[in-house]
């Protein structure tokens, strides 16, 4: 048996709303592998192989099996029927695809670090430093004919050292061999979400452990309140020279905010009015903002990520590009066998990259204070 990995490209971020069409096309295809291992066809004629294949969705998959690629524009409609006269659909590229593509569409609902526009390098080795320059934000004047000076500061740097993220979808052999293939989707799924998981929260981590700006309010307990310590915290990065653009909450920050009255009270664009319907605006005072709660576990070696109780770190402001970075030295791969049937029991998924802050004043905390 040859293993090795297969990667396919990462797809846009879109919202997942109820059976993504990946994780129904795959579970389609492993039906038909479960047929095919078995050895349940008749010269390509099987009924219920045929019916699966005729489900499969020319623009999901099936146009993208390497054998039956046509230089004929009409081609593509027919070329799903095609699958029927293959010897085993694991004998084409689409199954294993379609695995890594499931395990991506994992993620997506997960996705805030890697959409935030934070910085995104991509290291040729297991190591990479990163020259942070300097935060001055203005040139100097340069009179007519004058020399222009060096700049004399000491650039400061960060450095990344890559670690390996994996999870093992807890998938038998049996449940492959006896038809549970919505079963087996599901664990591909949801590792896909654990390892985009572990990267946020190992940036939650690395951004409140380093924050240059600590923004508090007392009787934090007062609903509401959240949007005063919102508003400080966007203040201080701009008195240090950054603009914030990001904001990443805790869950309760949020249900904080949405109790303030001046978010939900409706205002007039244009001589419209436009209604508050329990819901935040799509930019909070001109940041993008993301919700990943993560458990109560600590995120600054001392605190835990919540907003209701004194000390709570709540919600991290920061300007994305200088305040985070991530070093991504492989994306989400999994293993590619020869056989897919037989070794979806023992199938992995991992992540090879780290995490960092940068500019330590880039970045800003909100905590919870009675």
């Known amino acids: ?23 129904q096309l795959l579970a389609s295809l492993l039906e038909i592998a479960v047929i095919d291992h078995n050895g349940n066809r008749n010269n390509g004629a099987n ?10 969705p ?30 085993a659909i694991e004998s084409t590229s689409i199954v294993a695809e379609e695995v890594q593509r499931v395990v991506i569409a994992g993620a997506e609902k997960f996705k805030v670090i890697r959409d935030c526009g934070v910085a995104m390098f991509r290291p040729k080795s297991n190591s990479l430093r990163v020259p942070l320059g300097e935060t001055q934000r203005n040139a100097e004047e340069v009179p007519e004919g004058a020399e222009i000076r060096d700049r004399t500061q000491n650039y400061d740097q960060r450095s990344f050292t890559i670690v390996k993220y994996g999870v093992k979808p807890r998938i038998s052999f049996e449940m492959v061999e006896d038809g549970l293939v919505d079963t087996v989707t599901e664990e591909l799924f949801y590792a896909g979400a654990s390892l985009e998981n572990k990267l946020n929260y190992d940036s939650l981590t690395a951004l409140a ?39 990443i909450m805790h869950s309760d920050f949020e249900a904080d905010l949405l109790a303030n009255s001046t978010l939900l009270t409706p205002y007039a664009s244009l001589g419209e009015q436009v209604m508050r319907s329990g819901a935040l605006p799509s930019q909070l005072l001109g ?27 709540g919600a991290i402001v920061m300007e994305a590009r200088r305040g985070c970075g991530i070093a991504m030295r492989r994306d989400r791969t999994i293993n590619k066998f ?31 204070i009675t």
């Not at 600590?214 to 005063?228: H, M, Q, R």
């Open 338 to 368: 020869d056989d897919i049937v037989r070794e979806l029991k023992t199938i992995t998924a991992t992540m090879r990259c780290d995490v960092s802050h940068l500019h330590t004043n880039a970045i800003g905390i909100c905590k919870w």
């Open 287 to 313: 940041m993008r903002w993301y919700v990943t709660d993560n458990g109560a576990s600590v995120v600054d070696g001392v605190n835990p990520w919540e907003y209701n109780s004194n000390a709570d770190t």
């Open 209 to 247: 452990s380093n924050a240059g700006n600590v923004t508090t309010k007392g009787s934090g307990a007062t609903a509401g309140n959240a949007l005063d310590v919102l508003r400080q915290a966007k203040k201080m990065l701009k008195n240090d020279g950054f603009f914030a653009d990001t904001l």
């Open 58 to 87: 020319s623009q999901l998959g099936a146009w993208k099996i390497d054998d039956f690629l046509s230089n004929n524009p009409d081609a593509k409609r027919y070329q799903a029927s095609q699958l029927l006269f293959t010897e």
């Open 1 to 23: 048996m040859s293993e090795r990995e297969i990667n396919v490209p990462m797809m846009e971020h879109r919202p997942n709303v109820g059976n993504d069409p990946h994780v």
């Open 47 to 56: 009924r219920e192989r045929m019916n699966l294949i005729k489900r499969i």
